[in-house]
Every structure is written in structure tokens, then in C-alpha cells.
């Protein structure tokens, strides 16, 4: 139905106005420039975001490092602990103490790491630490940059897309005032004539 009356508006016809060409080509701009601009802005957008997120991915991979840490024992669940707390452990997410190696082997670090398994003293597991040994998380790699990269352009080109959607409809709604202005003066000049003999027609 809509591309029946957009159709329509660019037929030669007596009764189309000049404000009903003027919204025709205002939609056919806002497609191109939401096909065009909207394209152009999210490849720009997931571009930049990819090249800075390769830089993220490359210095994680350089300053995160893979240590095995022993488990020294289980930290009991208390009573005092949030709900919060308590539902993370329901799901599989237990607190030990650990000790660790520093990267360089040469200090050892110990605290609270999260298992996700109940575990015994003396038990062997794998943790991710930055340079000084500190507890840190996994690395982002490059299938992860991707994506993320990917959903920004998305959102970027979406973004773009909606503010010439934005902009189209308030363009349409300045021509429909003029449209209604125009009406209402033509009514008022044929109410001042209306019902006179030979005034008109």
C-alpha cells in the first residue's frame, strides 16, 4: 500500500502537489543515504573498533600470563554471605585458598581464587595473572575482537540509519503543517465567498 501512494506521487496528475514531490524524493534520499551513509559509518566504526581491540587482544597476550596454582583449602560458605554470593556458588563457583607462582617463578603470591568444582588441598589447577602475579582474567582473543567489532559497526550503522530516519521524519511533518496551513487558508478565502451568487464559479 505504501509503494502504491509512493508510486503515485511521482505521476503527472491534476490533484499532486508540490509538497507531495518534495516528500517523495526526501524518502528516496533518506533510503540512499541509509544504504550508503549507514554502510559507510559501520565500516568505518567496525574498522577502528577492530584495529583497537587487536591492539587490546595483543597486549593482553603479552601481559597475561598461564600459572598453576596448588589449592591450600576450601573456604566454607557462610551464613553471613549475600544471596548473591550463595546462588554463584548453586552454580558451580566455589572459593579455595590457592598459592601461585609470579610469571618469572621466582615469588609466590596466595589468596582467594574462584574453582568452579569443590576441590581438596593439594590440587593442581590453571589461572590467568597479569606481570606482578595478580589474579587477572583470561585473555581476549581474536575471534572475540572479531565479533565485538562487528556488533559495533552494526550499532554504528544502525545509529546512523535512525538519525536519517530521524531527520526524513521531521522534514515530512514540517510539509504536513505546510500542507494543513495552506488548506486552512483556502478554506477561509472560500468561506468569505461561500453561498454568494456569481462569486465563484
Known amino acids: 500500500m505504501r509503494a502504491t501512494i509512493f508510486a503515485r506521487r511521482w505521476r503527472r496528475n491534476p490533484l499532486r502537489r508540490r509538497t507531495d514531490v518534495v516528500e517523495a524524493w526526501v524518502g ?4 540512499v543515504l541509509m544504504l550508503l551513509a549507514g554502510s559507510a ?9 577492530h584495529e583497537a581491540l587487536r591492539q587490546t587482544v595483543r597486549e593482553q597476550q603479552l601481559h597475561r600470563h598461564l600459572v598453576t596454582a596448588t589449592a591450600l583449602r576450601n573456604l566454607p560458605v557462610r551464613a553471613t554471605e549475600t544471596d548473591r554470593e550463595t546462588a554463584a ?7 579455595v585458598v590457592a598459592r601461585w607462582p609470579a610469571p618469572d617463578g621466582r615469588r609466590q603470591f596466595s589468596g582467594v581464587v574462584a574453582v568452579r568444582q569443590p576441590t581438596r588441598a593439594g590440587h593442581r589447577f590453571t589461572l590467568w595473572t597479569d606481570d606482578r602475579g595478580r589474579i587477572s582474567a583470561r585473555p581476549m582473543d581474536d575471534d572475540t575482537a572479531a565479533v565485538h567489532a562487528v556488533l559495533a559497526g552494526a550499532a554504528a550503522a544502525a545509529g546512523a540509519a535512525g538519525l536519517v530516519e530521524i531527520a526524513r521524519r521531521l522534514v515530512v511533518w514540517r510539509l504536513v503543517r505546510r500542507r494543513y496551513a495552506r488548506w486552512d487558508r483556502a478554506w477561509e478565502q472560500a468561506g468569505h465567498t461561500w453561498g454568494r451568487a456569481g462569486a465563484g464559479s
Do not use: C
Open 28 to 31: 528516496a534520499v533518506a533510503v
Open 41 to 49: 559509518v559501520g565500516w568505518v566504526t567496525g574498522s577502528l573498533a
Open 89 to 95: 556458588g548453586r552454580e558451580g563457583h566455589h572459593r
